[in-house]
């Protein structure tokens, strides 16, 4: 198998399960994500599909618990990694963008800071040049006026505009691409 056609990540047999009563959330699920795939979870409302992301993401909530399965990004299964190394991850090598943007985003931190502290984590950015690259991620994911958007918070920004917002922010660090290995 070549680099193109490999899965850049890997989800198998995942399950979750309530951590208090040991019951099950998710059985068995699996798939697997190809660069330049464009992949949809779908299913009816509560089949699990965000218990399936967050579990992949390691941020499920403290009532639930990953039980068994695997997610690997290239050579690395995910449940394997440290807290701390989780971090490096997110953002970094994977994103996911949140259904209902205006419960990910931060209420009291301006849509343009939020973007900027992706960056600030994941990158060496600062000051004008961290503006200007959280600026051209606006543009690049067609929120108008993308300058005087910076310094909106989102319950100012229109659904649509928020959930530009989340895109941008999966974007910033320019995730794991096979053809910039």
Same mark, same amino acid.
């Given at each position: 198998?070549?680099a193109?056609? #490999?899965?850049?990540?890997?989800?198998?047999?995942?399950a979750?399960?309530?951590a208090?009563?040991?019951a099950?959330?998710?059985?068995?699920?699996?798939?697997?994500?190809?660069?330049?795939?464009?992949?949809a979870?779908?299913?009816?409302?509560g089949?699990?599909?965000?218990?399936?992301?967050l579990?992949?993401?390691?941020?499920?909530?403290g009532?639930?618990?990953?039980?068994?399965?695997?997610?690997r990004v290239?050579?690395e299964?995910?449940?394997?990694l440290?807290?701390?190394?989780?971090?490096?991850?997110?953002?970094?090598?994977?994103?996911m963008?949140?259904?209902?943007?205006?419960?990910a985003?931060n209420p009291?931190?301006?849509?343009?800071?939020?973007?900027?502290?992706?960056?600030?984590?994941?990158?060496d950015?600062?000051?004008a040049?961290?503006?200007?690259?959280?600026v051209?991620l606006?543009?690049?994911?067609?929120?108008?006026?993308?300058? #005087?958007?910076? #310094?909106?918070?989102?319950?100012?920004?229109?659904?649509?505009?928020q959930?530009?917002v989340?895109?941008?922010?999966?974007? #910033?660090?320019?995730?794991?691409?096979?053809?910039?290995?």
């Amino acid at each position: 198998m070549n680099a193109r056609s #490999a899965p850049v990540m890997l989800v198998t047999d995942l399950a979750v399960e309530v951590a208090e009563t040991g019951a099950p959330i998710l059985k068995g699920v699996s798939f697997e994500l190809r660069a330049g795939e464009i992949f949809a979870l779908v299913g009816e409302s509560g089949s699990g599909k965000s218990v399936t992301s967050l579990a992949a993401m390691r941020l499920l909530p403290g009532a639930l618990r990953i039980t068994g399965g695997a997610v690997r990004v290239g050579d690395e299964d995910l449940f394997d990694l440290s807290e701390a190394a989780m971090q490096t991850v997110r953002g970094a090598r994977v994103a996911m963008i949140f259904q209902n943007a205006m419960s990910a985003l931060n209420p009291v931190q301006t849509a343009g800071e939020q973007v900027a502290e992706t960056l600030r984590l994941h990158t060496d950015l600062k000051g004008a040049a961290l503006r200007q690259r959280v600026v051209q991620l606006f543009a690049e994911v067609g929120i108008q006026d993308a300058d #005087a958007r910076y #310094a909106f918070y989102p319950h100012q920004l229109s659904g649509g505009q928020q959930q530009r917002v989340m895109i941008a922010m999966a974007l #910033a660090c320019e995730p794991e691409h096979p053809d910039r290995r």
